[in-house]
């Protein structure tokens, strides 16, 4: 599908004023043991924007709740269906109340109350299906490019990742910035060896002793739990250390100003380039900060992103819940093997088929031409991965955010 650049991307206007590019119902578990009767609910509209999130957890967890509470209220979210056993630590009242205030429809079935499993299937499905139409109906208005909020994550890299998608990605970054799009790079714990360089980028030199402690606190606490981020296929695919993973995944950030940190729930205060630092605060606790890709997408979501761009060497397939993912092939072998799973062949630079520059225009287009509508290849094959543990963070600092 080619993008019409002359036509207006189209959004559906929320009452805060933000405008989602999607119109999702989410269904949404509380405990892992509603999981299961949500899935189920969610299964016969699986060819519709009917999307299954949830925290499995039983003990209460602030980061979780303002996740789903940013998750639930997403401008991609146009009504949400809420899966509670009745008697896990979850505030599903506090929860509830948060949609409701967004205007947004919210039912809660509680599956004590509701006479078990066929009963609160039932129930939810009927809810979900008289949601439908009601969203269908709802017109989407005019949406500019500084209304974006975009995300990148890199997963299965490789040697060609630093080479090709990466700085092709950050080509892209370039672009929605200085069209006012607000962009997100993360993954703290892959910037080790750049945090310097990545200093002199900030806006304010506070925020750039901010920024060298993010990637300080992320390279402690990978040492504490004894295992870096690198994966014995980084290795396979020709990645040597972590410092020259870490030089390819900066590459995604491109070479505007960083304007500020934020945490995940956090939203970017205007356009501009942010790094989301995922890596909790205080002592290890939890585990490894991001148990695999898809926790990582659901950070830049909560984060506010209607879109995020996904760069792999080794291939990857996966999509997510909520907001569309834009798989960037960036070894040219991968894309063979997997194209109907890539939205872009960046390793067409190493076959002198185009340069990073055409790349990042092509990844531009792609954004611009999810809000005209265009699907990417993940929302057509159904992948809807979500993932969401246990972490703490403490709140954000005035010297994050320098401009605010």
Not at 116 to 130: F, K, L, M
């Amino acid at each position: 599908m080619r993008t019409d650049l002359t036509a207006p991307m189209r959004g559906f206007l929320r009452a805060d004023g933000r405008k989602g590019i999607r119109n999702v119902v989410a269904v949404a578990y509380l405990v892992e043991c509603a999981h299961h009767v949500a899935r189920e609910i969610a299964w016969p509209f699986r060819d519709q924007d009917v999307h299954l999130i949830g925290f499995p957890g039983c003990y209460p967890n602030g980061y979780a709740q303002r996740m789903m509470e940013e998750l639930c209220t997403h401008p991609n979210v146009g009504a949400v269906l809420l899966l509670s056993l009745g008697c896990e630590s979850f505030d599903k009242y506090g929860l509830a109340h948060v949609v409701r205030q967004s205007g947004r429809p919210v039912e809660t079935v509680v599956i004590q109350a509701s006479g078990g499993t066929r009963a609160s299937i039932a129930e939810g499905q009927s809810w979900v299906r008289a949601q439908l139409p009601i969203l269908a109906a709802q017109e989407p208005v005019p949406m500019g490019i500084d209304e974006l909020v975009v995300g990148t994550v890199c997963g299965g890299s490789d040697g060609t990742s630093g080479i090709t998608g990466n700085p092709a990605a950050g080509r892209a970054f370039d672009q929605l910035v200085a069209e006012g799009a607000a962009c997100i790079f993360e993954e703290t714990g892959e910037l080790i060896g750049c945090e310097h360089i990545m200093a002199s980028r900030a806006v304010t030199p506070e925020l750039g002793v901010i920024l060298e402690q993010s990637v300080a606190k992320a390279a402690r606490y990978y040492a504490t739990l004894g295992y870096g981020s690198f994966a014995a296929g980084n290795a396979d695919g020709g990645l040597s250390t972590i410092e020259e993973k870490s030089m390819g995944a900066y590459a995604k950030s491109g070479s505007s100003p960083i304007a500020g940190l934020i945490k995940p729930g956090d939203r970017p205060p205007r356009g501009g380039l942010y790094l989301l630092d995922v890596v909790p605060d205080g002592e290890v606790r939890f585990g490894f900060p991001n148990i695999n890709d898809t926790a990582e997408i659901a950070e830049l979501i909560a984060c506010g992103s209607h879109a995020v761009l996904f760069v792999t060497g080794r291939g990857s397939v996966v999509g997510s819940a909520i907001s569309p993912i834009i798989k960037i092939c960036a070894n040219p072998e991968t894309y063979r093997r997997m194209a109907e799973d890539m939205d872009v062949d960046a390793g067409r630079v190493l076959a002198g088929e185009a340069t990073l520059d055409d790349v990042g225009c092509e990844i531009r287009d792609f954004v611009v031409a999810l809000g005209q509508g265009r699907r990417t290849k993940s929302e057509e094959l159904g992948h809807r991965e979500f993932a969401l543990t246990y972490k703490s963070f403490e709140p954000i600092g005035p010297a994050c955010l320098p401009a605010a």
